[in-house]
């Protein structure tokens, strides 16, 4: 056999090699995979467990999950206060992966649940103030919330934390260093891809709030009560939900309470979610004469291509601000 025969198998034998080394990454939500998949540019591709269009709150996992779930190395999620049924698979199918739990990572802005069916204008005020131009004078006081957060019970934790663009910033930072740890050949391109983001994300997060400045004292309905770390950003006001934040259905009550609301209060428009029935908003929307409006916290109607975290968020701005500057 020539030396050239020997060597050959061996050649081939390296890009698999070479592959082996990139991280395994499997995420919960399609947000957290967009966020994933730009530190990850250039070198890998991180799978998603919960397609867009199904609800995490309830999410059952099919057996192609399953297997991804068995061959990772890395799994970035929420946190079980978003799928709670996924806790217990990730530690049977996935018990030697490394995990990003990212309602975990230092410094990320975490709010608990509201309680009550319609939300106290002076309270809703005073978490506006965090979403105001000087958010970056508040970052100590982020953080000293942050670490409080650990010493409470995760149950009362809103898990909707991806929808706050400065959280975001913080993840992809704790991602790639993460990555960076797991496969340090890659270091330098995760690391700058994360700033890019990061740059990104700054940006974003500058021209959603200029988006929305006026519409700071116009007051609409959501459906599903997803949208408080959006709110507390930008300083949006909330009169009330159909759903609380874990998703449970309305009740009889509450929707007559949110139905005497509205014949009460000048509420500008109602926000509902592609992966809900639109009929219960129609239920409570005074013959259609308050705008409907479709909001979208998941990526449902996002077809593909980069930089799909910035655009949910700033498609979710525009949404905000057609559906709330005053008309005419």
């Not at 499997?26 to 730009?38: E, F, H, K, R, S």
């Not at 005074?286 to 109607?301: K, T, W």
């Given at each position: 056999?020539?030396?050239?025969?020997?060597?050959?198998?061996?050649?081939?034998?390296?890009?698999?090699?070479?592959?082996?080394?990139?991280?395994?990454?499997?995420?919960?939500?399609?947000?957290?995979?967009?966020?994933?998949?730009?530190?990850?540019?250039?070198?890998?591709?991180?799978?998603?467990?919960?397609?867009?269009?199904?609800?995490?709150?309830?999410?059952?996992?099919?057996?192609?999950?399953?297997?991804?779930?068995?061959?990772?190395?890395?799994?970035?999620?929420?946190?079980?206060?978003?799928?709670?049924?996924?806790?217990?698979?990730?530690?049977?199918?996935?018990?030697?992966?490394v995990q990003i739990t990212l309602l975990d990572?230092?410094?990320?802005?975490?709010?608990?649940?509201?309680?009550?069916?319609?939300?106290?204008?002076?309270?809703?005020?005073?978490?506006?103030?965090?979403?105001?131009?000087?958010?970056?004078?508040?970052?100590?006081?982020?953080?000293?919330?942050?670490?409080?957060?650990?010493?409470?019970?995760?149950?009362?934790?809103?898990?909707?934390?991806?929808?706050?663009?400065?959280?975001?910033?913080?993840?992809?930072?704790?991602?790639?260093?993460?990555?960076?740890?797991?496969?340090?050949?890659?270091?330098?391109?995760?690391?700058?891809?994360?700033?890019?983001?990061?740059?990104?994300?700054?940006?974003?997060?500058?021209?959603?709030?200029?988006?929305?400045?006026?519409?700071?004292?116009?007051?609409?309905?959501?459906?599903?009560?997803?949208?408080?770390?959006?709110?507390?950003?930008?300083?949006?006001?909330?009169?009330?939900?159909?759903?609380?934040?874990?998703?449970?259905?309305?009740?009889?009550?509450?929707?007559?309470?949110?139905h005497e609301e509205l014949e009460h209060e000048?509420?500008?428009?109602?926000?509902?979610?592609?992966?809900?029935?639109?009929?219960?908003?129609?239920?409570?929307?005074?013959?259609?004469?308050?705008?409907?409006?479709?909001?979208?916290?998941?990526?449902?109607?996002?077809?593909?291509?980069?930089?799909?975290?910035?655009?949910?968020?700033?498609?979710?701005?525009?949404?905000?601000?057609?559906?709330?500057?005053?008309?005419?």
């Amino acid at each position: 056999m020539s030396r050239f025969a020997r060597f050959f198998p061996a050649l081939l034998a390296w890009p698999v090699f070479a592959q082996a080394e990139v991280p395994k990454v499997v995420t919960d939500i399609a947000p957290v995979q967009y966020l994933v998949a730009g530190v990850m540019h250039g070198v890998g591709t991180p799978k998603l467990l919960i397609r867009p269009g199904t609800s995490p709150h309830d999410y059952a996992m099919r057996p192609s999950e399953a297997r991804a779930l068995q061959e990772a190395d890395l799994v970035v999620w929420i946190g079980p206060e978003l799928t709670p049924s996924l806790e217990e698979s990730i530690g049977t199918l996935a018990g030697s992966a490394v995990q990003i739990t990212l309602l975990d990572v230092t410094d990320t802005r975490r709010l608990p649940f509201r309680d009550g069916i319609i939300f106290d204008h002076d309270s809703e005020e005073e978490h506006s103030e965090h979403g105001d131009d000087e958010h970056e004078a508040h970052d100590d006081h982020e953080t000293h919330d942050a670490g409080d957060a650990h010493d409470h019970d995760h149950d009362g934790l809103d898990p909707h934390a991806w929808l706050d663009p400065v959280n975001a910033q913080v993840w992809v930072h704790a991602i790639a260093a993460q990555l960076s740890e797991m496969d340090p050949g890659n270091a330098a391109i995760y690391d700058g891809n994360a700033a890019t983001l990061s740059a990104d994300l700054e940006a974003l997060t500058k021209e959603t709030r200029a988006r929305l400045e006026l519409m700071r004292d116009r007051r609409f309905v959501v459906f599903h009560d997803a949208y408080q770390y959006f709110e507390t950003r930008f300083g949006l006001h909330l009169t009330g939900a159909l759903l609380h934040s874990d998703g449970a259905p309305p009740s009889a009550g509450r929707l007559r309470a949110l139905h005497e609301e509205l014949e009460h209060e000048q509420v500008h428009c109602i926000f509902t979610e592609p992966q809900f029935d639109p009929k219960i908003v129609a239920a409570i929307s005074e013959n259609g004469e308050i705008p409907v409006v479709e909001l979208d916290p998941i990526g449902v109607g996002l077809d593909g291509g980069s930089g799909l975290y910035q655009r949910l968020i700033a498609r979710m701005g525009e949404q905000f601000a057609t559906c709330l500057e005053p008309k005419g």
